[in-house]
Structures are given as C-alpha cells and as structure tokens.
C-alpha cells in the first residue's frame, strides 16, 4: 500500500518512484510522486488516462514525451501537462537519468496501478519493454478502467476483446492479486 515517502522501482522501465503525497492524504484530489529515470528508462507503451490529467515537472534531465502525435523535449523547469484523454508516452530523452516531479488528478487508483506494474515486472510477468503479457494485461485494463487505456480504441472496446483472456487468466489464478482485501483496522 503507497503512503508518503515510501519508493517503488520497475527493474524493466527503469521508473523509480516516490510517493509525496497519496489519494488518502488529499481525499482523492491527488497523487503526487516524484520519478526518477533512468538514462533508457521508459513508460510501457502509448496510452491515454480518460479522466486524469498528468503533470511533468523536470527537475533534473531531459524528458522526450509524445504527446498527441507531437515530440516534446522538455528540460528542467518546464512543465508538460497531458489532458485526460490524450495520447502520450514518454522516456528519458538525455544522457543521465532525469528527475520529475509528477501529479495525476484526481488521483483515482492510480498508485494501486503503478505498485501493480512494478509487481508485474518484478515477477518477470512483462515483456522487456515493461508491458504485461497479454493475460495480465486482459486483467490490468479491466481492473485499472478509470485510470488507463489503449490509445486507439475505445476503452470498453478494448476490455471486451481481451475478455476471453482475462477468463483464462482468472481460471489459472492471476485474478488474485485485484481480489478485494478485507479493511485492516
């Protein structure tokens, strides 16, 4: 579980992430966390958030983000917004890793997702470029809908073809990691 200060690393795309401020320290309004890249580190693939909007502030580094169809290069002190729904990807775009300072509104369960991904790979349940194998992911875009989806179809498109996937890997066992746990008091 993600609380302020604690630090999560994907050994494929080379994320380091800490958490500053967590969606149970702001009600929801946001997650805050700051992302260290590392010099080949990479988000998985193309995606679109349909109802959060992203914010990159480069702290250190250069950051090469594709937004929209469109490069952006962007370096220490500026800021890249992404709009909830909009197509993006980003990487380290330098020689050394790069250091952001990132916010997702409204927070939603987007930290759930990325301890997820890192688990995932972890486990070495991804391909090399970080991305699910396709009966994890069949179970990832169902269980993290309101967070992330595939950028070019719609999301309920998506969730129904990779259905019968998702049903194989319910069968075999991988749907125990999104079973709700009972509250700890």
């Known amino acids: 579980m993600a609380y302020a200060g604690k630090t999560i690393e994907n050994p494929i795309s080379g994320e380091r992430i800490t958490f500053r401020k967590t969606a149970t320290d702001t009600d929801g309004e946001v997650l805050a966390f700051d992302l260290e890249l590392s010099r080949d580190g990479n988000v998985p693939g193309v995606h679109v958030?349909?109802?959060q909007e992203e914010r990159f502030e480069i702290v250190d580094g250069t950051m090469?983000?594709?937004l929209?169809?469109?490069k952006v290069i962007a370096k220490p002190g500026d800021v890249v917004v992404v709009p909830p729904g909009a197509r993006h990807k980003f990487q380290n775009g330098g020689g050394e890793e790069a250091h952001v300072?990132?916010?997702v509104r409204p927070a939603l369960r987007m930290e759930q997702l990325l301890e997820t991904s890192v688990a995932l790979a972890e486990e070495g349940r991804t391909?090399?470029?970080g991305m699910p194998n396709p009966l994890d992911l069949a179970l990832f875009v169902h269980e993290f809908k309101a967070e992330v989806a595939?950028?070019?179809l719609p999301g309920w498109l998506q969730r129904a073809m990779l259905a019968?996937?998702?049903w194989i890997a319910r069968k075999r066992g991988h749907g125990v990691r999104y079973a709700?746990?009972?509250a700890t008091a």
Do not use: D, T, W
């Open 49 to 51: 958030h349909p109802i």
């Open 68 to 70: 929209r169809g469109r």
């Open 127 to 129: 391909n090399s470029k």
């Open 101 to 103: 300072r990132v916010e």
């Open 180 to 182: 709700p746990r009972p």
């Open 64 to 66: 090469r983000f594709r």
């Open 150 to 152: 595939g950028p070019f």
């Open 164 to 166: 019968p996937l998702a």
